[in-house]
């Protein structure tokens, strides 16, 4: 049987224990990566899908496998897509949609930069044009002129693009210079890695080797201890000495990162601080042309795109997405739509408040957490219980004005206070976990995404 015939069989399996959201959240990418002396290696999109698939699947996975094939005796998870584990078999993309899904992924191995992202297709206005211009001049003079150079601003307004055009721009045209872009969460468990295995000069080295280091979503440090917090400094600190550039981004200013060492915090200051903040009417209207100008078919009228831009105002990315999701559906109907459609399909992909009951979101949430629903009604106080239930009354909350006695009361009778104990501890998890950020997403797509058929 072949590794493909074999994973599909396991993922019939696997389909019928668990919910369709789950299933299509946690097996859609997977595939066998490689077999080999009785080891599987399974391929996942992302890190946080590899975690949890080790927590909750693999005892599950392993004994499916070996009902088929009994010589094999272990499974591992690795992060990878199935385009860079079999780089020989080139598929003929299926649809624009299938290439954008691609060029998103794909990552250079010894950059780890996106290609995609190039100052060609980055559009500057008044909302980012500090952090433009630090950019173009970091490239004229790495390492000397605004080191670090520090990027800030809200969800999906271009930090990644951005930083990643710098990394790209200065590989084009220093083909020798060392550059590498990394998560600061990635960079930190890497970091923790090297401390537990003794080899904090290894990492040292590996770092101090870049001559430019992209360094994305650096506020999720302030959630690693002061121990990692002092590495992290001390490897920067001989990056700086040596004159290597550091790009640093991050969802807010240094100075309202919480649980960080002052010193990191200076040095977080010490060179160009610029943010990027939420682009106008005008400006929005630019982006959305310029995205449709690349789309090969069913580009949207001016008037379809100057509805969109007045529509949607809070980030870029949803920007993109919803131009997508018109020319996704203009495909579909094999035609293109006409305003009122567009309305719809807008309108549609806002959260919808208040149409769920309390007893619907209760339950997705148990399913997603594979827990029975009863339990979360029930006094018990295990850990794998207590979380849904303060993650049901957090959103009860969060995204549908649930007064803090009614949510208790839907809980089995609980006292109010329970509920605000609930929802301030995932407000403050929220802040420093990024896992469950994660799993807040995707518990929120499940139950929108359910709403909307
Ligand atoms: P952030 O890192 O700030 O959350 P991203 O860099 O991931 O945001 O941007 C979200 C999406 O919007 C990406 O697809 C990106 O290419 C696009 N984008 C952001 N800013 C711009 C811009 N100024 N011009 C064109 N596309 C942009
Ligand atoms: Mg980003």
Redesign the pocket.
């Known amino acids: 049987m072949t590794n493909e015939d074999l994973w599909k069989e396991i993922l019939r399996e696997l389909e019928l224990t668990v919910s369709k959201a789950n299933f299509a959240t946690w097996f859609q990418s997977t595939f066998i990566a490689d077999q080999a002396e009785g080891k599987i290696t399974i391929g996942t999109p992302s890190a946080f899908i590899k975690e949890w698939l080790e927590d909750k699947y693999q005892k599950d996975i392993l004994r499916y496998l070996r009902a088929r094939s009994p010589e094999v005796r272990s499974i591992e998870f690795k992060i990878t897509s199935q385009s860079a584990a079999q780089p020989k078999k080139t598929v003929e993309p299926k649809s624009a949609e299938e290439q954008m899904d691609f060029r998103d992924i794909y990552t250079d191995r010894e950059t780890n930069l996106n290609p995609r992202?190039a100052f060609d297709?980055?559009?500057?206005g008044t909302f980012?044009e500090l952090a433009h211009a630090s950019a173009l001049s970091v490239i004229k003079n790495l390492g000397v002129l605004y080191n670090p150079l520090f990027i800030y601003?809200?969800?999906?307004?271009?930090?990644?693009?951005?930083m990643q055009a710098i990394g790209n721009k200065v590989k084009a045209e220093n083909p020798n210079k060392k550059i590498y872009y990394v998560s600061a969460e990635r960079f930190a468990n890497e970091l923790v890695a090297a401390i537990r295995n003794n080899e904090t000069g290894f990492f040292k080295d590996k770092y101090r080797s870049y001559d430019v280091l992209v360094l994305?979503d650096i506020q999720f440090i302030s959630s690693r201890g002061s121990s990692t917090q002092e590495e992290i400094f001390h490897t920067f600190n001989t990056m700086y000495q040596a004159n290597k550039q550091i790009i640093f981004?991050s969802d807010r200013p240094p100075k309202s990162i919480s649980n960080i060492e002052d010193r990191l915090r200076s040095r977080f200051e010490g060179g160009m601080i610029a943010d990027?903040t939420e682009p106008d009417y005008e400006t929005r209207l630019a982006?959305l042309q310029?995205?449709a100008a690349e789309k090969l078919e069913y580009r949207p009228s001016l008037e379809i795109l100057e509805y969109i831009a007045s529509t949607i105002q809070s980030?870029?990315?949803e920007l993109?997405g919803s131009l997508n999701s018109i020319i996704i559906r203009s495909k579909i109907k094999k035609r293109h739509l006409d305003l009122n459609e567009v309305k719809e399909i807008l309108t549609r992909n806002e959260k919808p408040k208040k149409i769920l009951s309390a007893q619907q979101i209760i339950k997705k949430i148990a399913l997603f957490y594979e827990v029975p629903e009863k339990y979360l009604f029930e006094k018990t106080r295990r850990k794998e219980v207590v979380k849904p239930r303060q993650i049901a009354m957090y959103l009860l909350r969060e995204d549908f004005n649930g007064s803090f006695p009614y949510i208790g009361q839907k809980f089995g009778g609980r006292d109010h206070t329970t509920a605000i104990h609930a929802y301030s501890k995932i407000t403050e998890d929220l802040k420093k976990d990024e896992r469950l950020r994660e799993e807040l997403k995707i518990i929120r797509a499940q139950l929108y995404e359910e709403e909307k058929q």
């Open positions: 992202y297709n980055f559009i500057v980012n601003g809200g969800v999906g307004l271009g930090k990644t693009h951005l994305d981004s990027i982006i310029s995205k980030n870029i990315r993109e």
